[in-house]
């Protein structure tokens, strides 16, 4: 490091960043924007998941989150089991040796004080903890910058997310659930704010929107999602998945009967599973994939669609903030407060029990009132926009103190 870098403000960032998930690059996304513009004398790095996409990406310096490469594999044989325990002592002094090094660490959105899909507690909840603890005792400012909760039973879960929130030194949320999740579960959050979720701080595509000199209905997308439920859903995981790829199935098959194209839209590398099996099962020229690599790209998307029916929460937000009509097949509480704060909290049906039928009759309703929406989603995101101005502003006064040099403080106080 320069001698010119060592008195620039250090920003870590943290989390499952460049693992294939879109909406966590996407919150990276917002808050890179952030920084860049707010606080461009900054340093940033990060200590995420995927290393080499992240730098390659978004041109910063990565280090892997875990020692064991294999941390997210089932360990089974003896070497396997305890090159897992020998990883969660070495990433004790790993995560604490990163920390150090920094001034401010942002875990910048992402749903990490929740457990709403499969999560063992020694996975990232483990991760954060230390990350939180390591901040606390290093004096390192963490925080958790727009993130997601939701109230967990597990018990060791529970703990470490309870912990890890009250060692931060700056949490806010992206939905009023969650801030009363995180109280239910023995958080002090009086000074905690809400603030829409910080994808809606990226640049929205210019809108193409659907062809209006046609005639024929235009094309809708369908976003999936390699769905199980969650960490209560263990006992009855692949029938939920069946039944939620079911009912998709069946919807998309209608669509397509009525003469409809339909794109499917995914926000992981593992949805890739659900995108297969529907094509397969709906053999036609008018169902295409989609190959989105960003928010944006989805954002585009959904853009250029009448209507988008979605289940990933960030497949969800891509298509409120390009202003499209949205059905959500809602499978966590965070889904439904989303569609309520954008105005459509009425099309929301449950992902855990697709009824084809169901759907179908509230997608035909979404569309009727087609024109009335996308005047109320350009209106909510107005709103959205100005609301993370103040989330931004907020950051700055809490993570960033003033740069006037000490010896101007000491002389106004003199004075």
């Not at 340093?43 to 995420?48: M, N, R």
């Not at 003896?78 to 002592?89: D, S």
């Not at 660490?105 to 507690?121: D, H, K, N």
């Not at 005047?375 to 103040?390: C, F, H, P, S």
Request: aromatic share 6%.
């Amino acid at each position: 490091m320069t001698s010119a870098d060592e008195t620039r403000v250090r920003v870590g960032v943290f989390g499952l960043l460049g693992s294939g998930n879109l909406g966590n690059d996407g919150s990276l996304e917002a808050v890179l924007g952030y920084l860049r513009t707010e606080h461009p004398e900054a340093v940033v790095d990060a200590l995420c998941g995927g290393p080499e996409a992240v730098t390659t990406r978004f041109g910063i310096p990565a280090t892997r989150l875990h020692w064991n490469r294999a941390e997210y594999r089932t360990a089974s044989r003896a070497g396997a089991v305890a090159a897992k325990g020998l990883g969660k002592l070495v990433d004790v002094f790993r995560t604490a040796a990163w920390v150090r090094r920094h001034d401010v660490v942002i875990v910048p959105g992402m749903g990490v004080l929740e457990a709403t899909l499969p999560l063992r507690p020694w996975g990232f909840p483990y991760s954060l903890f230390l990350l939180c603890a390591s901040g606390r005792l290093l004096r390192t400012r963490v925080a958790l910058v727009g993130v997601g909760a939701a109230e967990i039973r597990n018990r060791p879960t529970r703990a470490l997310v309870r912990w890890s929130a009250r060692l931060a030194a700056y949490r806010s949320y992206r939905d009023a659930q969650s801030r009363d999740a995180m109280r239910a579960m023995g958080v002090d959050t009086a000074r905690d704010e809400v603030y829409p979720d910080l994808a809606f701080a990226l640049p929205t595509p210019r809108a193409s929107g659907p062809d209006k000199l046609s005639l024929s209905p235009g094309p809708v997308c369908v976003g999936v999602m390699d769905f199980h439920g969650g960490n209560d859903d263990r006992g009855r995981a692949e029938e939920i998945y069946r039944r939620y790829l079911d009912g998709t199935i069946r919807f998309v098959r209608t669509l397509v009967e009525e003469g409809r194209p339909v794109r499917l839209l995914t926000g992981d590398d593992c949805d890739a599973s659900v995108v297969a099996a529907i094509l397969d099962a709906v053999d036609s020229p008018l169902v295409t994939a989609a190959d989105a690599a960003s928010l944006a790209d989805l954002m585009k998307e959904t853009a250029a669609a009448d209507t988008v029916v979605a289940t990933r929460y960030h497949n969800l937000i891509c298509a409120l903030k390009a202003g499209t009509p949205t059905l959500a097949l809602s499978y966590a509480a965070k889904s439904d407060a989303l569609m309520d704060r954008m105005g459509l909290g009425a099309y929301c049906h449950p992902a855990r029990e697709v009824d084809a039928g169901r759907l179908l009759e509230q997608f035909r309703a979404l569309e009727q009132g087609s024109a009335e929406l996308r005047q109320t989603l350009a209106e909510k995101n107005l709103i959205a926009a100005r609301q993370l101005e103040g989330q931004f502003t907020a950051l700055t006064a809490a993570l960033f103190p003033a740069t006037v040099p000490v010896h101007a403080h000491a002389t106004r106080e003199a004075s």
